[in-house]
């Protein structure tokens, strides 16, 4: 069959599948793009070649920062448990390199994505083409070499032949749940529009079994036998649980053998919050109960975990002197962590596996009632930490508060950067596994609309609530556009502080004053940015780009202006809410490794100094 570089590519695409438990999806849904010069007349005309012959073949979405394009490819993979993703075309040069942000943040969460980016001639007879990287020592490099080790895969087709053998490897990373994360495929702009002959063979049907790797025999016994002799242990449950599908074989386990679960942000949503053995959000933004459990527990059992220095508060809370640990993780790499026990298998499996070789094993009355009852103190603080009647601007956490009771229990909470994520994961209240996404791997300012156009991509049937800082909002608010083009639901919930609020609180405890960190004119008189607030109007920001905007004052007005969202159905909506920045959330009593500088003017920052060399006498690596 004859057809260019690209129109082979696109059809290959429009035929590839995704398989988990006998269901099939798309493997590639679709395709965002910003077309430039070196994509426009190769893979922009096979996407509308594609397009006018059939248009499911590969639809088409036109975003506005191709770093967006790869976050809402993230949060639509994320919100599909990883079979399912999208694609991006970009063209070269700054279209190719605004993609490394996002395949950062795909490969660090272990999401699947497909990158496109065009690339410089392989002929080299048009060189140097606008936007082309020269330089004096090799001329096989390019911008898209930027893109390597932040991609799980990369290749580049310099010759219309190789394509068979990259879209082969591209597919397997995409759908290998221990190696997946950002895969590219940079394409010379000649390349792409050269025709060739391809195999009919190319173009067939394929389904890629998603596996799900079973223990070995020999490492479950052993795992069993460090389980059957604690006498406190803990599960801690990452992203792997949830993308496994192993909530359920989770609430199983956990409650026939009444060990309690801590979740991690991505693992968060493993068991709603309410369940009895349900200890909420651990390390340095958990609950009070997750971490006292924590210190005290003999036998971690982590599931799906790639243990970040959140979750284990920077390697201070495990702090029984005896702790081992048992990991049960798909990816080898996870699984050996804190010296442990590797249990190299898919969560599910793992977990089924686990329950029936663990049959008759109990942490007795004793251990599950001190879990309920620290659980349940911790549920108070929630509470009043939800209804705090803050004034004159509310607490930060009345906002999370309102959102949540607003919110019903399968829509889905978006957050990825700024003060909220740390107080999400400790206050907010999951009702479904698939109801919580805070992208915390990468914590990346302007994931939060871009992202949660991709969940609601992802789920048109579930309400997705994105909750932005005014700084992550300036970051990067221009897929807001897209949402509006689309007519794509999802409702914003602007929460305006006027500038870092958690980088100034992090900033005050390590002794450096909240220097810079407040969104404030430079006074004439200091020469420094304490001057008044600026005049800054995101709500009319929004207004602008064609959301529908709704401004908020206090909690009252918000509940209803989050109501309201709730039934409109024209496109994206955007709340804008103030906050009061001073309002600290309930303390996790948890740690986070911040070097504080050892030696300093500053009397602040020696006091910090002095706390954090007795903070980090704590910290303990695990062998
Ligand atoms: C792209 C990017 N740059 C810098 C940071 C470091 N950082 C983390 S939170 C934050 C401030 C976020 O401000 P805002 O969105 O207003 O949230 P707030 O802290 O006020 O809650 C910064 C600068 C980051 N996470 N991502
Ligand atoms: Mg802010």
Known sequence: MRLTVAQALVRFLSRQFSERDGVEQRLVAGCFGIFGHGNVAGVGQALLEAELADPTALPYWTGRNEQGMVHAAAGFARQRDRLSTLACTTSIGPGATNLVTGAALAT??????????????????????????????????????????????????????????????????????????????????????????WP????????????????????????????????????????????????????????ATGIP????????????????????????TGTTAANAIAREADVILGVGT???????????????????????????????????LPLVADAREGLTALAEALRGYDTGAGYRERVARLAAEWDAVVDSAYHRGHGPLPA?????????????????????????????????????PKGYHVEYGFSCMGYEIAGGLGVRMAAP??????????????????ELVTAVQERTKIIVVLVQNHGFASIGALSESVGSQRFGTRYRYRDPGSGRLDGAPLPVDLAANAESLGAHVIRAHGVEELRAALLAAKEYDGGPVVVQVETDPAVPAPDSDAWWDVPVAEVSQLDTTRAARASYDVAKRDQRTHL
């Open 306 to 340: 790639r243990y970040s220095d959140f979750t284990t508060a920077s390697r201070s809370i495990f702090a029984h002197p005896d702790v081992r640990f048992v990991n049960l993780n798909v990816a080898g790499l996870d699984a050996h962590k804190q010296a442990g």
């Open 261 to 284: 679960v801590a979740e991690t942000q991505a693992g968060k949503g493993s068991l709603p919050y309410d369940h009895p053995l349900a200890l909420g959000a651990i390390g340095a």
């Open 461 to 478: 049937d579930r309400d997705v609530f994105v909750m932005v800082g005014d700084g992550s909002y300036l970051m990067l608010a221009s």
């Open 200 to 255: 009919e063979e190319l173009f067939e049907r394929r389904v890629w079994h998603v596996a799900r790797p079973v223990p070995e025999p020999a490492m479950l016994a052993r795992a069993v036998e460090l389980l059957r002799g604690a006498s406190a242990p803990l599960i801690v449950a990452g992203g792997g649980v949830i993308y496994s599908g192993a909530t359920e074989a989770l609430r199983t386990f956990a409650e």
């Open 108 to 197: 660090i969460n272990r999401l699947p994505v497909l990158l496109l980016p065009g690339d410089v001639f392989a002929t080299r007879v048009s060189g140097p083409v606008l936007q082309e990287l020269e330089s004096p020592t090799t001329y096989d490099v390019s911008v898209n070499d930027t893109l390597r080790p932040v991609s799980r895969f990369f290749d580049r087709i310099w010759r219309p032949e190789q394509l068979p053998q990259a879209l082969l490897g591209a597919m397997r990373v995409l759908t290998d749940p221990v190696e997946t994360g950002a895969v590219t495929l940079a394409l010379p702009q000649d390349v792409q529009a050269q025709a060739h002959d």
């Open 396 to 432: 930060q956490s009345e906002v999370l508060g309102v959102v949540n009771e607003v919110s019903a229990p399968r829509d889905v909470l978006v957050c990825a950067a700024g003060s909220m994520p740390g107080d999400l994961h400790k206050l907010w209240r999951t009702r479904d």
